[in-house]
């Protein structure tokens, strides 16, 4: 398991100390599909819903956005759930940060008879408190996925799931402060994030504030990217036109586009990065283009959390199985680490878009991302 870890680039995580849904999860995210199981996969790659050919559990995937991280973590979930064994059917719900239409889709989950519902949330998670509970009433179990969520609507849920990003910020603001003093660059940062008002940031940017502060930096920008290439390149040109000039910027997804700008323009003061989200092939890649551009990049990154979902599902599953759960907090403890140690682990003939640390292959992603 503390291989697995490690692809997940999540390298110093006590894996012995893991609730057992999250052991389950690693090991079952990490065994390959079989030739028949992969011929399912493909289908379910091609439909909104698709019948696996075994299994008793109904799944409806219900997201709130359109983007590639959600094709990922949509095609990891489905790939989960078909080695599972436990699942026959699985049906796909998208919106795009449309509320009602988000929460139409869990009511028509329920209302199909839906046996288990998985959610990133990332998006209107805490828009969603009424589902969830409308959802456990129906007798399916509910976990939060990517995001941790308000507390009043963590209230409703079966299992609190965490991968706790305060505690990576609080672990890890000063060592990046240090980093950057050690650099001799001023000890300023800005914020970043997609969509005005997202759940997931609405966590997560607070805690990184808080840490970042306390470490002896300040913020001097805030921006967002809509979490798009397009967004990102708007976000970049503009903070580059501020002239604000941070040191560091705080983000929760790729930052390729940012560093493209700065490479783009020759300039040697790109600041450095720290990924509050997962990180793609195009992050090593702009990574490795910066530094034969004769920059000195330097990337903090999370782990990989495109793979979250699975940990949803196999708590959910535990608990409609009358096994579980083992309990109603359960922790995947994530940390900052240098990017570059992982740099050489990466298949850069890839597809921009994979994700880094991704449990699935490289063909299984780019099924994923041609959706």
Not at 31 to 52: G, H, I, R, S, W
């Amino acid at each position: 398991m503390k291989e697995y870890a490690t692809r997940l680039m999540n390298p110093d995580v006590d894996v012995n100390k893991l609730a057992p849904e999250i052991q389950t999860a690693l090991m079952v995210a990490h065994t390959p599909l079989t030739d028949a199981q992969q011929k399912v996969f493909d289908k379910c790659m091609t439909q909104d819903t698709c019948e696996t050919g075994t299994g008793k559990y109904y799944l409806a995937i219900v997201d709130d956005q359109v983007n590639t991280y959600y094709s990922v973590s949509r095609a990891e979930t489905t790939a989960y759930a078909i080695k599972t064994g436990a699942i026959a059917k699985i049906s796909y719900n998208t919106v795009n940060m449309n509320v009602q239409q988000y929460l139409s889709n869990f009511r028509t989950a329920i209302g199909q008879k839906a046996d288990l519902i998985v959610s990133n949330f990332g998006g209107l998670g805490n828009q969603a408190g009424q589902v969830i509970a409308q959802a456990k009433a129906a007798g399916i179990p509910m976990t939060n996925g990517v995001a941790t969520l308000s507390e009043d609507v963590m209230s409703k849920l079966s299992v609190q799931f965490s991968a706790n990003l305060c505690d990576m910020w609080a672990n890890g603001a000063q060592s990046i402060a240090d980093k950057l003093e050690e650099e001799g660059k001023p000890l300023t940062y800005s914020l970043f994030t997609g969509p005005a008002g997202n759940a997931y940031a609405a966590f997560w940017q607070p805690c990184a504030e808080k840490a970042l502060d306390e470490a002896g930096m300040k913020k001097v920008y805030t921006g967002n990217t809509e979490w798009t290439p397009q967004g990102t390149v708007k976000a970049a040109a503009a903070l580059r036109a501020s002239g604000k000039k941070p040191s560091l910027i705080a983000y929760d997804t790729f930052p390729e586009n940012f560093m493209q700008a700065y490479i783009d323009a020759g300039d040697k003061d790109m600041p450095a990065f720290a990924l509050t989200g997962a990180s793609d092939i195009g992050t090593a890649k702009a990574y490795k283009d910066a530094q034969d551009a004769g920059l000195a990049p330097i990337v903090f990154v999370s782990p990989n959390n495109t793979w979250l979902s699975s940990i949803e599902l196999s708590i959910n599953l535990a608990i409609k199985d009358g096994k579980g759960p083992s309990s109603t907090k359960i922790d995947w403890p994530v940390n900052f680490s240098d990017f570059e140690q992982f740099v050489p682990q990466f298949d850069l003939t890839q597809n921009n878009f994979a994700f880094l640390g991704s449990p699935l292959s490289a063909e299984e992603q780019a099924a994923a991302l041609k959706q």
